[in-house]
């Protein structure tokens, strides 16, 4: 932010893609603080493809049910058992989060009761799921810097799987973007600061406020030496949006 004198925040950078429809869970402090809001995605997902694969030294027919955490997870395994020609056996069981995971499923699988099981949102509710087929080998395909909670849980529970990297995380081309023309930026990974380093190593936060939801998206922040004013999600504020009012209202008093 440039300038000196009291804080105001008109241009603020949002690390998401724009919303598909008008329904922005932003519309409403838009409206109420009279914000410039752009949505920039900073990250993009990429196959490690097959060759790199083989080195995990991985047989996927040897498995006979997967662990999908994402819709991400779901394309990206599919499109690489057609680049490796390999045809997934029909009696292949498969653990979604949740149902509409599940549901995207029907892109690849017929979607069956019998071999289609989901748990309500958490990883949690799906291991009560996971727990009543222990005779199953399980595969789960995960991005190369997966959080290291689902394996633990998976093995806290003894189940017998293997973690498959897939895809990863890299940074979007934004040199384009003036980024200095921005009061406030918005983060909700530790690749959305990567990238920011990355693309504008010159970058100085000066009066930028900095906005991060999740603890592990704060540490990268911190680490780089930003200072961040808005952080979510609190027992307050368990959205981003919610905190942002939050931070707004109390700047306003």
Do not use: W
């Not at 409403?28 to 993009?44: A, G, T």
């Not at 680049?83 to 997934?88: G, H």
């Not at 009061?183 to 990567?194: C, K, N, R, T």
């Not at 906005?211 to 981003?240: C, D, Y």
Request: some cysteine; proline content about 6%; overall charge positive.
């Amino acid at each position: 932010m440039r300038g000196e004198g009291p804080l105001k925040v008109k241009h603020i950078l949002i690390s998401q893609p724009p919303p598909e429809n008008d329904k922005s869970p932003y519309a409403d402090i838009i409206k109420q603080y009279n914000l410039n809001i752009c949505f920039r995605k900073f990250i993009k997902i990429e196959s490690i493809g097959a060759r790199e694969f083989r080195k995990h030294r991985i047989q996927i027919p040897e498995y006979t049910a997967i662990i999908f955490t994402s819709k991400n997870a779901i394309d990206h395994f599919f499109s690489l058992c057609e680049e490796l020609r390999v045809e997934i056996s029909e009696q292949m069981k498969y653990f979604c989060t949740s149902e509409a995971i599940a549901l995207y499923l029907q892109k690849y699988v017929q979607f069956r009761k019998r071999k289609i099981f989901f748990g309500k949102h958490h990883f949690a509710d799906l291991m009560d799921v996971i727990k009543k087929h222990k005779n199953e080998k399980f595969l789960f395909p995960c991005a190369e810097n997966h959080k290291r909670e689902i394996p633990q849980m998976l093995k806290q529970q003894k189940i017998k799987f293997t973690a498959a990297p897939i895809y990863r995380s890299v940074p979007e081309d934004l040199t384009d973007l003036d980024i200095q023309n921005y009061d406030m930026l918005v983060f909700f990974s530790p690749f959305g600061i990567q990238s920011l380093c990355q693309n504008f190593p010159d970058y100085t936060q000066g009066n930028t406020v900095f906005a991060t939801f999740g603890k592990a998206t704060l540490k990268a922040a911190e680490k780089e030496g930003f200072k961040v004013r808005i952080k979510a999600p609190t027992p307050n504020a368990p959205s981003m949006v919610m905190a942002m009012q939050e931070f707004f209202e109390n700047e306003g008093k």
